[in-house]
């Protein structure tokens, strides 16, 4: 059974730092892509961005590029953002997802799996 299990979430103010991990079982981690989305209340869930390990491709959306990066560690399972340089706005329920033996999907509805998601809340 695939799994995806975020954790790393919290409260930090403007400026500061996070980083996420997205813990993963149930798949051999050397054919896969695993996307980063987000959900503020009231918004509609976005693509934030993808690490794809069959081609080697990353992707980030417009709004984090130059603050965030994605990063895999295939000898743990996991991958990892780190977010940098945090604004109000970042805050949102944060998912992983993954979708096995491709790129970087571009809709969210190409994913197949979903981590429970955690919080990132950035205080002004």
């Known amino acids: 059974e695939v799994q995806l299990v975020e954790s790393g979430g919290g409260l930090v103010q403007t400026g500061g730092s996070l980083r996420l991990s997205c813990a993963a079982s149930?798949?051999?981690?050397?054919?896969?892509?695993i996307g980063w989305f987000r959900q503020a209340p009231g918004k509609e869930r976005e693509g934030v961005s993808c690490?794809?390990?069959?081609?080697?491709?990353?992707y980030y959306a417009d709004a984090v590029k130059g603050r965030f990066t994605v990063s895999s560690d295939n000898a743990k399972n996991t991958v990892y953002l780190q977010m940098n340089s945090l604004k109000p706005e970042d805050t949102a329920v944060y998912y992983c997802a993954t979708v096995l033996g491709r790129s970087c999907p571009e809709r969210s509805y190409e994913y197949d799996y979903w981590g429970q998601g955690t919080q990132v809340t950035v205080s002004s």
């Open positions: 149930g798949f051999t981690f050397d054919d896969y892509a």
């Open positions: 690490i794809s390990n069959s081609d080697g491709s990353t």
